[in-house]
């Protein structure tokens, strides 16, 4: 078997050492990198370390990467390479019952298993950051949101644009009144990009060498691998991901829940292509409706994946677009306000507004940051708080996020008690609010 086709314990080993040695060759201060002392520097774990683990343990090099762990050791190869003096792991109970060191943890598994191992991180005292959705389920991301504040440990959310200078670029225009009062919301998306709207396959198949597939089921009911599920397919699997609405709503819809504090919509319907019953649709539209509160206006939000598009704004001008092929768009009393799905490019519509702010921003009301990654660290080590904490920002959002996926998989206009944390009008979409866990897996 070649590397290409799998990767063994006995050659991964061997890898390792050889770069390991092979780094030693070069001297730290040629490379212009200089050690910090230990006091200074966090320890840091990551649990999932291909794909998008890859991006997030490059966001934290500037501290000590001393642990991986990962149930695909074919997709964590480069990371291994890369982090050569990090002990490798399949299990993440193993690895933070060997490493004691630890001071805190990256997830960027699937949403499946991010509530159970962020709890686990927690219990033991260990800070966290979390890739988006940060749960697959309303009653994990309430349960996280709560031992989080508990623990006292420091938690963070993979939605990097909260961090980010577009993101505050847009509520500082919007409550400046750049557009006028604010009366509707839209977000829409090219995902899925990879399949749903599927039946659960029944061809047999044998897992990878490289891959323990147990541990990739983690808490959800056994079923057998098949290539539909991993890699990367999971996330149209609702036993494993959250759709396209879950994948990127936790980034477009961010600066809208900041703004306004969408935490509590009491009503939600939504359109779908052909429901399946194990898989999130090809294309949803869905729309919430969040009732006037304090000083917060009544509110439309429409949600559209799988290339649909809302109607274009009044304002724009024949020459101008929205942002492809995902985005955001506040219409206002007189102007329109888009921006891409992490906050970046916002502008104003029409364009003598623009002109105008470009000309005469308005003052900056709130502090910009050196990314979600660096002000995560800093407030680990007590210097600052990070913007999307569990507690106060990413747990709220998810839910609210997660709504949408309530209605996608009722087929029904849901009426939602956010006091009660209850569906009003339809008993059978509570059940949705939790997660089956399998013998042996808990919160």
């Known amino acids: 078997m070649t590397v290409e086709d799998g990767l063994s314990r006995r050659t991964l080993t061997k890898s390792l050492a050889a770069a390991a040695a092979a780094m030693t060759i070069v001297p730290s201060r040629v490379l212009g990198r200089q050690k910090k002392a230990p006091s200074d520097t966090l320890a840091i774990a990551a649990i999932g370390a291909g794909g998008r683990g890859a991006d997030d343990l490059k966001g934290c090099e500037h501290e000590r990467i001393v642990a991986l ?16 003096d990090a002990k490798p792991y399949k299990d993440y109970r193993q690895m933070l019952d060997s490493e004691r060191g630890i001071d805190a943890v990256l997830i960027a598994t699937p949403d499946h298993t991010h509530a159970v191992i962020a709890m686990e991180a927690m219990r033991r005292g260990l800070h966290v950051y979390c890739e988006k959705p940060l749960t697959r389920t309303i009653h994990e991301a309430r349960t996280l949101a709560k031992a989080a504040r508990e623990s006292g440990v420091v ?16 509520r500082e225009w919007i409550e400046a009144g750049a557009i006028g009062k604010v009366s509707e919301i839209h977000y829409w998306t090219n995902r899925p990009i990879w399949p749903q709207a599927l039946e659960r396959p029944s ?13 990739f089921l983690g808490p959800v009911p056994h079923r057998p691998y098949h290539p539909a599920y991993h890699p990367f397919a999971w996330r149209g699997w609702w036993d494993f991901g959250t759709g396209a609405l879950g994948d990127i709503a936790c980034h477009s819809m961010d600066a809208g829940f900041w703004i306004y504090d969408l935490r ?4 939600l319907v939504a359109e779908t292509t052909t429901p399946f019953a194990e898989t999130a649709p090809a294309s949803s539209r869905v729309e919430y409706h969040f009732p006037a509160r304090g000083e917060r206006p009544e509110l439309t939000v429409v949600w559209r994946d799988g290339n649909l598009k809302p109607t274009r704004p009044r304002w724009l001008a024949p020459s101008e677009e929205l942002p492809q092929p995902s985005g955001q768009l506040f219409l206002g009393e007189h102007g329109a306000l888009s921006a891409g799905i992490y906050g970046e490019e916002p502008r104003l519509y029409p364009r003598k507004l623009h002109d105008e702010i470009a000309a005469d921003p308005p ?3 709130y502090p910009r940051t050196d990314g979600a990654y660096k002000e995560w660290t800093e407030a680990c080590k007590g210097n600052g708080k990070t913007g999307s904490s ?19 998989r009722s087929g029904m206009a849901l009426e939602w008690d956010a006091a009660k944390g209850r569906v009003t009008n339809h008993e059978p979409a509570n059940e949705l609010l939790h997660a089956e866990y399998r013998k042996g897996w808990s919160l």
């Not at 762990?69 to 050569?84: E, G, H, M, Q, T």
């Not at 938690?155 to 847009?170: L, V």
């Not at 509590?264 to 009503?267: E, G, W």
Request: charged share 25%.
């Open 69 to 84: 762990c990962d149930v695909d050791w074919k997709r964590a190869r480069p990371s291994f390479l890369r982090y050569s």
């Open 155 to 170: 938690t963070q959310m993979g939605n990097q644009g909260h961090a980010a200078e577009g993101t505050r670029q847009i």
């Open 203 to 215: 061809e047999a198949h044998h897992a990878p060498e490289w891959l323990d597939w147990d541990l």
């Open 264 to 267: 509590d919509p009491d009503r």
């Open 363 to 365: 003052a900056e009301k």
């Open 390 to 408: 569990f507690p106060d920002h990413s747990g709220p959002l998810t839910e609210m996020v997660l709504l949408g996926n309530l209605a996608v």
